[in-house]
């Protein structure tokens, strides 16, 4: 059997151009950045929206089963499709499918979806340095 992370996959994308269309696809606050960084190496797409209160971190990566299509655009679509839903469904991060052999359109992925704090990170740092 083939294994199709040899395939050329012909040139990554443009992180910035993806971030870009999703922004203005789905309504982001004013306050809010939208970026996209290109995992080339891993074969994989790392949004991330954020301010100073929020950062989400939605993260696609190919395990397996292009069955003969361009495996950049299956990572966009499915990018592109989670964080869809992720807008829709009021921003539960909970609610997206997570982890390894998260199945889209027949292919095999690894989901990563994280939500963090900043000012809550920020003083529990503080406290931490505190007991210490």
Do not use: C
Not at 10 to 20: F, K, Q
Not at 114 to 124: I, M, S
């Amino acid at each position: 059997m083939r294994d199709d992370r040899d395939e050329d996959w012909g040139e990554a994308p443009h992180g910035d151009v993806i971030a870009r269309l999703l922004a203005q696809r789905y309504p982001i606050l004013p306050t809010e950045k939208l970026t996209v960084d290109v995992l080339e190496a891993e074969r994989g797409l790392k949004l991330v929206l954020f301010d100073r209160r929020h950062r989400y971190t939605i993260g696609v990566k190919y395990q397996a089963g292009l069955r003969g299509r361009e495996g950049w655009m299956l990572l966009a679509d499915a990018l592109d499709a989670l964080f869809g839903t992720f807008m829709e469904s009021g921003r539960q991060h909970r609610d997206l499918p997570a982890g390894v052999d998260v199945e889209y359109e027949g292919a095999l992925l690894q989901v990563d979806v994280e939500r963090d704090l900043p000012e809550v990170t920020k003083l529990a740092n503080q406290l931490l340095e505190q007991d210490s």
